[in-house]
């Protein structure tokens, strides 16, 4: 694969124009790709649900065609979430994994991939249980080690793909680093973003060529939708995703857009509360006899602290801790909470909680889930935007009924 690399990067004083006259955060969340709808005056983006769009004469058509190639409801987003990583381009897809498919359709047959032994169940299952069939190949190291990347990396090397935080396990990957090492082997470097989300780290600031979300999680925010994006600052690149976005058809439904520009006028405040629940159920964790392990990036103990202190705004809401306990009565624990729901996915206002061996992470082989660090007694919490006070409480009960 030829990655054609183009220099879309603004000089260094465009850059600084750019960066002084650009809204906080939280304004572009709420406004960017957004403005009144001009026929209506209706604040919010409408929801167009036409399959097709008339045209003026054969093949003259007002911007939009056919809705698998272009909604006018998709635009927005995509501008939206563009906007947020501060990007060029962006792509909504139907699902994170979709999206993540979508960055495999770069390759071709015999090019290689260097990516973590920490990285989501799906993604992984994606790599080795799909695409190996179709002659990529994947080699799986500790990402948190630029030297293992770099000697992971070949001739036949065409992409570097990173999760920071990760998951299940909050390892912190330096971004730069690894960008770097990617850009020496002439390969591109993705970064899955979904974790930190752009309130709290923007991938592209620190060299990466493209970012990934699952909007599952805390972009929508609310459990109630299911989607993807890619961004990059690449018009080659971007290019190639619409090609595929619409040869494929992979696209979210102008529903499924709207409720994600909805949840994303709320991400920043949100995230503050997430965050700050996550660091205090963190730290009462860390001093719980029945806890061995608290996987935190917020924790001073965590191994990357510093660099997710300088690489992130905050440390996200996403915990992990290892029980001295066996694989059933992990099970026990996590079925016995009761604020705390036992369920996949994650990035909801709503707490959930799940066992990564038995559930998101049952797709690897045992004997390298425990290999990478994913352990029997290893629980994944999101944190949501609940009382604090009662979800530790929910977490104490559990634990008391699953060692007694």
């Known amino acids: 694969m030829s990655n054609n690399h183009t220099d879309d990067t603004p000089t260094e004083q465009e850059s600084t124009e750019s960066e002084s006259e650009s809204p906080e955060f939280e304004t572009r969340a709420i406004h960017a790709g957004q403005e009144p709808d001009p026929a209506t005056g209706a604040v919010m983006p409408p929801i167009h649900t036409s399959s097709t769009f008339a045209q003026d004469g054969p093949g003259e058509d007002r911007g939009y065609e056919y809705a698998r190639t272009g909604n006018p409801t998709r635009t927005t987003l995509e501008a939206n979430l563009a906007a947020l990583e501060g990007g060029a381009h962006g792509r909504a897809f139907a699902s994170g994994m979709a999206a993540i498919n979508t960055v495999l359709n770069l390759l071709e047959s015999g090019d290689h991939v260097v990516t973590g032994d920490d990285i989501y169940g799906g993604t992984h299952r994606l790599f080795r249980q799909v695409y190996e069939d179709y002659d990529l190949s994947f080699s799986f190291v500790d990402t948190t080690d630029p030297a293992a990347v770099r000697a992971a990396v070949g001739p036949d090397t065409e992409l570097v793909w990173v999760e920071t935080p990760t998951n299940p396990l909050l390892r912190v990957n330096d971004i730069a680093a690894l960008a770097d090492i990617a850009h020496a082997n002439d390969a591109l470097c993705a970064v899955d973003n979904t974790f930190a989300t752009p309130y709290l780290q923007r991938p592209l600031e620190h060299g990466a060529d493209i970012v990934s979300h699952s909007l599952t999680k805390y972009i929508g925010g609310h459990s109630d939708v299911v989607g993807g994006a890619l961004v990059t600052d690449d018009s080659h690149l971007d290019e190639r995703f619409g090609f595929y976005q619409n040869s494929v058809g992979a696209t979210p439904d102008p529903f499924a857009c709207f409720l994600v520009l909805r949840g994303v006028k709320t991400l920043p405040v949100r995230m503050d509360r997430h965050c700050e629940n ?38 996200g809401g996403m915990v992990s801790f290892e029980l001295d306990a066996s ?78």
């Open 278 to 315: 996550a660091s205090t159920l963190a730290r009462r964790l860390q001093d719980h006899p029945d806890v061995s392990t608290v996987y935190y990036p917020g924790l001073e103990t965590h191994s990357a602290h510093d660099l997710a202190a300088a690489q992130m705004d905050d440390f």
């Open 327 to 404: 694989i059933d009565q992990t099970a026990t624990f996590v079925s016995e909470t009761e604020l705390f729901t036992l369920a996949e996915s994650l990035g909801g206002v709503e707490s959930l909680i799940e066992q990564p061996a038995t559930m998101t992470h049952a797709a690897i082989p045992r004997e390298e889930r425990l290999e990478a660090g994913l352990t029997d007694g290893l629980v994944r919490a999101s944190v949501g935007v609940e009382s604090v006070e009662d979800l530790w409480a929910d977490v104490e009960q559990a634990i008391a009924t699953a060692l007694a």
